[in-house]
Each structure stands twice: as C-alpha cells, then as structure tokens.
C-alpha cells in the first residue's frame, strides 16, 4: 500500500483543467522533491514535473506542478484527447528510505 | 537524448533468477544514474534501485536482500539481477535514467517496459 494517495481518478472535458492531489506525509512530501509522471500501456513512461514545479525541456505548459506541506498536485489545463493516461506521484521518504510512488490517477477525457 | 530498451526472458520458474539488461544510446553510462521500477498487474509503481558508474547505489529496502544492479561502462548497458523469484515478482520491469547527473531523483528517462512472469 503506498504511502502517496491519489484519487482513483479525475475526468473533463476537450479545453477542461483538471487537477490531481497527492497527499503525503512530513517524511516524504513535506521534506523531499515531488516528481509526476504520466504512463500510457505500451509506451515509455514520460517524466512530467521535477522539483515540486519543474518542467522538463519537451514538457508542455499546459502541465503544471506545486507543493504545499504534506501534499501535491499536477494541474493539466486545456486537456486534450491525448492527455488520457494514468498519472503518479513520487518522492523520496525518509522513515521507509525508499522512492515511493502514489496510488495512480487515471485521466478520462469526456 | 537518452534511448532505453528492455532485455531478456519474458518467463521465469519460482525460486530462480530474473535478468534484465537495459541497453542505452543517446547518452553515456557515466553521465546518469540508472534506475529499475517495476508494475505488477494492477498495482502501483515499485522502485528497485538505482546505481551510479561510480558505485553509489539504493536499493529499495523490501528487495534489497535478493537484488543486483550493475552498470557496464565498457558496453554502455546496465542490469538487473532478482533472485529467489516468487509469483509476487510478477510485473511490467522498466529501466530509466536520471534527467541528469545531477540528480537521482527525476527518471527523465524510461524503457518501454518488459512483461516477466514468474511461473512453472
């Protein structure tokens, strides 16, 4: 069971920003970087956002990132039809001494 | 930029050991650090453990026991080693590098990902 959780899953419309949460602790996000990515079946997993708020070069900025105390979020504006994938958080955690990952979020786009 | 694939056996018996080689290009081995993630059917993401040339590595500590990693500067590829398999290391095992040498932390890179069952 991951420490991170993310709801199951989140849902919009064509131009719609959705927001996904991701809630922590004091060991993990309250005291480490927060990393998204996105996964599609069959495709490479893609790095979203490092550092709680950074885009990577090739990262579009419709993808946006921030960190408040113990929990996340990933906000994605004007979402398109390829924006449908699963969505997970990530940071280190200091009590488990491990990388951990959030429980995942499934994107629909209605 | 960094080019990663998955290598290796897509089946493996109980209580033997699971190999995977990532095989890199578009970058040097020296200049990342490399990581392994697995996703068994339907559940969360798993972090294995990352290694750097030099040696500096984590292991996830519920793996740790019966996990190897090993980076091959002279081959410019990097590998995993599980053993004592069970049906619980069942998953999706992707291979992902570093954004840069830097930082461990962001997997700016990632393999498309190879399926290894575990079964007899």
């Known amino acids: 069971q991951s420490v991170l959780t993310q709801p199951p899953s989140a849902s919009g419309t064509f131009g719609q920003r959705v927001t996904i949460s991701c809630s922590g602790s004091r060991s993990n996000i309250g005291s480490n970087h927060v990393y998204w990515y996105h996964l599609l079946p069959g495709t490479a997993p893609k790095l979203l956002i490092y550092t709680n708020n950074q885009r990577p070069s090739g990262v579009p900025d419709r993808f946006s990132g921030s960190k408040s105390g113990t929990s996340a979020s990933l906000a994605i504006s004007g979402l398109r039809s390829e924006d449908e994938a699963d969505y997970y958080c990530a940071a280190w955690d200091d009590r488990m001494n491990r990388y951990v990952f959030g429980t995942g979020t499934k994107v629909t786009v209605l | 930029q960094v080019q990663l694939q998955e290598s290796g056996p897509g089946l493996v018996k109980p209580s033997e050991t699971l190999s995977l080689t990532c095989t890199v290009s578009g970058g040097s081995i020296r200049s990342y650090y490399w990581s392994w993630i697995r996703q068994p059917p339907g559940k969360e993401l798993e972090w294995i453990g990352y290694m750097f040339y030099s040696g500096s590595s984590s292991y996830n500590p519920s793996l740790k026991s019966r996990v190897t990693i090993l980076v091959d500067t002279s081959k410019n590829y990097f590998s995993l080693r599980l053993s004592s398999v069970t049906a619980a290391d069942t998953a999706v095992y992707y291979c992902?590098?570093?954004?840069?040498?830097?930082?461990?932390?962001?997997?700016?890179?990632w393999g498309q990902g190879i399926l290894v069952t575990v079964s007899s």
């Open positions: 992902a590098s570093s954004l840069s040498g830097d930082d461990w932390g962001p997997l700016g890179y």
